[in-house]
């Protein structure tokens, strides 16, 4: 609704996809680096053979999950040379500056994020929240910088502006991944616009005694948010 597309939600490769914009949950947070991979794989190589115009992939919002083993397993299975990962959601306050993922005026660590239950979040280091991986090139970078030619790039982002910025360095060989923000400047950097439109308005009841009745208000038929 918010960008004119319609949306679906799938549990698992079991299309036939039709909206424009299909997502494909893997459920795969709660499992075990390896488990997460192989689910990530089988989707992407699943998406991969149907040839759509661009993935993107979703990742929680501070990192919770095998992220790191998720993105390899899909950058190898959609064969893409780099993953573009910008985590932030600067509209609720979730920012990286520094190297650093912030939580309003608040380092991450030092917010109820560290204790959560089965992610407890002992860093702000974005780096060290990710952890190493010894087949996968990991940089960070600051808004403005050129992309690394390979592996996986943490781009650093506070402000809606910073998410356009790095949207707009995408290309056919780089797999974009992140936040809900992140996912809308890219579809923004690609012609897509949020609909302005205000709400319906609430239906007026007929006058007391009246033997007429209201026609509903006018409503926009929309397809489901993407």
């Known amino acids: ?3 004119h597309l319609g ?15 299909a997502s494909l949950d893997t459920d795969s947070r ?27 992939k979703k990742v929680d919002s501070v990192l919770r999950g095998s992220v790191l083993a998720e993105l390899h397993a899909a950058r ?13 959601n600067p509209s609720l306050g979730r920012v990286i500056k520094r190297g650093c993922y912030y939580v309003g005026r608040h380092l991450l660590h030092k917010t109820s994020f560290r204790h959560d239950p089965k992610h407890p979040c002992l860093s702000s280091r974005v780096l060290a929240i990710l952890g190493t991986g010894r087949s996968e090139i990991l940089s960070l970078c600051r808004p403005g910088q050129s992309l690394p030619e390979r ?13 356009l910025a790095w949207a707009s360095q995408l290309d056919d060989t780089t797999l974009p991944a992140g936040a809900a ?17 205000p709400p319906p308005s609430s239906p007026v009841p007929p006058p007391e005694h009246s033997n007429h009745t209201c026609d509903p208000p006018g409503q926009i038929r929309s397809t489901p948010p993407c």
């Open 1 to 3: 609704m918010r960008y």
């Open 7 to 21: 949306a679906e939600v799938h549990s698992g490769a079991d299309g036939p996809f039709e909206a424009a914009v």
């Open 30 to 56: 709660e499992v075990s680096a390896p488990e997460a991979a192989r689910r990530v794989t089988q989707a992407a190589q699943y998406l991969g053979a149907r040839r759509p115009a661009w993935v993107y």
């Open 76 to 88: 190898l299975a959609l064969r893409c040379r780099r993953v573009l990962l910008v985590p932030a």
């Open 151 to 163: 592996g996986i790039i943490i781009g650093a982002a506070s402000t809606r502006e910073d998410l």
């Open 181 to 197: 923000e992140f996912f809308a400047a890219v579809l923004e950097t690609k012609g897509y616009r949020p609909c302005t439109c």
